[in-house]
């Protein structure tokens, strides 16, 4: 996923935080719970012992044998041993009765005796059984006499196994509803992304078909929000392109059509004066400008027309089986008295393996033929040649016309078959010559290709299939 899309984004901006609210969630829930029970466990023990040093403190005797005997009864009837360890620690913190029986006699020497031997103060501690390695809670309460001297401890120990485990549990269970709660702030808002990326990529696929030329083509408004208003602007955008574009159509088609009779009347009148053997001179030389003028004029009305048919989709193609190489030959020898006329040589490579024949139109792939032989002419003359090669490239006829000229700028090459584009070159002409060519080559289910050449000069490629698919 690109970090570059909505949807990257706010992966990292609302998912992150999202996560990060979550974990600080679960840690802070973990925190609490731990509190809570290790504190509840510790309350519960010192109340206990609270209680019992009171007791010993009121009814025992001041003597140590009584203070003995009574732990020892005590312990005897112990009623929370299953769960609780009850031990009597004398003054030198030494184990001197224990409801388990096998802590007697040992020195636990742990702060929580020290602080209740030392302070006289009920004192807690948490950590590990030297034993057993155990962890461990006990509570210690200092066992006074009546004069208020220190005879011993009462110590409640209890494990921290059961507390441990509910503690893991709940921050298992933490998380799984942390989890859970992520989940389904991912699917709600990946619906959510999907609502806005979803419209935004069929609008970006239609403004590139605009973009292409499909003017007119609409969208379906899904929503009644920003994007749906969007969807309306981009969508009045194409119809009013559409209209533009037809109007433009019309207009030209119109002004082809009325340029035809009075450039029919001026060819046909200067062709005539040109046989006049009374026309001498520069009038001669006037009159031979209107005709060359008048064919360029002319060709770029047909050049018109052939645009506004392909516009209004009557452009059609007759296609047969044809002879591709001869068509191509004989465009060639058409072509080349005017370009030794030009002094430009012609170098013309056949192709060294048979040549079959191929579906196509041959008026129109001569007529590609021509303009591309034209093109060469007219904007590669300065390098004085001409390369046309033809050969058979596995299912495809390959013909390649290259002039040694100065080249088109880079900048430029994308755009060169664009209808009515001419990029910096200061040669006269309509701008939808390769546009049309393009659109024949495409319909034979071909490919026109314009690039320059290593060492100067443009090559045009025109790839033909063999048999249409």
Partial sequence: ????????????????????????????????????????????LENKAQTASEFFTTYVSKTYLEYYQ??????ETFEDK??????????????EVSSYGIS????????????????????????????????????SAPMQYSDGSIVGVMRYVTSLKLVDKRIMTSALFACGVGLLILVIVLLSNFYFIKTITEPIHELTVLARQIAEGSYGIQTEKKYDDEIGDLTDAINEMSAK????????????????????????????????????????????????????E???????????????????????????????????????FAYGELL???????????????????????????????????????YGKSGKRIDIALEKQGDYIVICVRDHGPGIPEAELPFVKNKFYKGSSKERGSGIGLAVCDEIVTRHGGELLVENAEGGGVRVTVRLPVSRG
């Fill in 241 to 292: 392109i559409s209209q533009s574009e037809k109007m433009q159509t019309e207009f030209i088609s119109s002004v082809s059509h009325e340029l035809r009779t009075p450039l029919t009347a001026i060819t046909g009148w200067s062709e005539t004066l040109m046989y006049d053997p009374d026309l001498k001179g520069d009038s001669h030389r006037g009159v031979a400008i209107i005709s060359k």
């Fill in 340 to 378: 030794r006329q030009e002094e430009i040589e012609l170098e013309y490579t056949p192709s060294e393996q048979p040549v079959p024949e191929i579906p196509g139109d041959p008026e129109r792939l001569r007529q590609v033929f021509l303009n591309i032989l034209d093109n060469a002419a007219k």
């Fill in 1 to 44: 996923m690109s970090l570059k899309g909505i949807k990257g984004r706010w992966m990292v901006n609302g998912i992150a935080v999202l996560l990060l609210i979550i974990l600080l969630g679960i840690a802070a829930f973990s925190v609490f719970v731990y509190n809570y029970y290790y504190t509840s466990v510790r309350t519960g």
């Fill in 294 to 332: 008048a064919a360029r004029l002319t060709k770029m009305v047909e050049e018109l027309l052939e645009f506004t048919r392909i516009q209004d989709g009557r452009f059609n193609l007759s296609i047969e089986q044809m002879d591709v190489e001869a068509e191509l030959e004989d465009s060639v």
């Fill in 70 to 75: 009574s732990a020892y009864r005590y312990t």
């Fill in 82 to 95: 299953d769960s609780l360890e009850l031990q009597f620690v004398n003054s030198r913190g030494r184990v």
């Fill in 104 to 139: 007697a006699g040992s020195s636990p020497g742990t702060p929580d005796i020290t602080n209740a031997l030392t302070k006289g103060e009920i004192s807690s501690w948490t950590g590990s059984n030297a034993a057993t390695g155990e962890r461990i809670m006990a509570v």
